[in-house]
């Protein structure tokens, strides 16, 4: 095996892992349960009778945590003069400004997971044990068409 391959057999190996603990955390924190999400979603019952006792905050917990490893390890990766351990260099996002694209897609991804009770990740790690297989291929789809609107310009 040669220095790429072993190379490629490490990021293998290491993008399996991150992907089967990021599974676990998704499927531990509930964020694989769609009415666990909705039931974060739904603000409205702060502020109603009707729906009171629905709303559950435990998730908020969940995203606090995401955003504080995310800060902490982003803000080391920016001032770091080294490299990581698998890539020639890190691959930081350069971008501050904020476009119609990203409006519209924000607008879409809130909507999709309002809907549904499923983003991406969790939606993914959950196919394998729920009956809400509708959501992935109409993912998949929006996905392709939002591909092919960017590459017209």
């Known amino acids: 095996m040669n220095n790429t391959e072993a190379r490629s057999a490490k990021t293998f190996v290491v993008g399996l892992l991150a992907g089967i603990l990021f599974t676990v955390g998704l499927a531990w924190s509930g964020m694989t349960d769609p009415a666990k999400v909705l039931g974060f979603l739904n603000v409205a019952a702060l502020f109603t009778d009707q729906v009171a006792g629905t709303w559950d905050a435990s998730l908020a ?75 992935v291929p109409a993912m998949a789809a929006g996905m392709w068409l939002a591909t092919k609107h960017n590459a017209r310009g």
């Open 61 to 135: 917990f969940v995203m606090g945590g995401a955003v504080l490893v995310t800060l902490l390890a982003f803000g080391r990766a920016a001032r770091s003069t080294g490299k990581p351990w698998l890539a020639e260099a890190f691959a930081l996002p350069t971008r501050s400004d904020i476009d119609g694209k990203l409006l519209v897609g924000s607008a879409c991804f809130g909507v999709g997971w309002g809907l549904g009770g499923f983003c991406p990740g969790p939606a993914l790690s959950a196919m394998l044990s729920t009956p809400d297989l509708w959501f």
